[in-house]
């Protein structure tokens, strides 16, 4: 399974959504959105990029979430995505402190 596959998956499953339902709400006609999800989420065909923003928005995590391999570093993207702006800067801080 590719890296984008499982996390697709595991984003959709984590909102609640059906395929169907993630594939409308991205875009998708209703009668193939199924079906096309159903192929990422295989790994049989991979969406072009404006689709994956589209599928971004609707699950609420950034782009790079679907292309992390590591599931810690995918983890952070998706929680430093959510954080209030003020909180990322803290959080920017606190990592530059730690690596200093």
Same mark, same amino acid.
């Given at each position: ?10 984003? =959709?499953?984590?909102?609640? !959504? ?7 709400? $991205?875009?998708? %006609? &209703? ?22 923003? =589209?599928?971004?928005?609707? !699950? ?7 292309? $992390?391999?590591? %599931? &810690? ?28």
């Amino acid at each position: 399974m590719s890296v984008f596959a499982k996390r697709l998956k595991e984003a =959709r499953c984590r909102a609640g !959504l059906s395929q169907e339902r993630l594939g409308v709400l $991205a875009g998708i %006609d &209703e009668m193939s959105s199924s079906a096309r999800m159903n192929q990422y989420e295989k790994a049989k065909h991979e969406p072009d990029f404006s689709m994956v923003e =589209r599928i971004a928005k609707v !699950l609420d995590v950034p782009e790079s979430y679907f292309y $992390a391999k590591d %599931d &810690e570093a995918a983890w952070l993207i998706v929680e430093f995505h959510r954080m209030m702006p003020a909180n990322r800067m803290k959080m920017v801080e606190v990592a530059k402190a730690l690596l200093k």
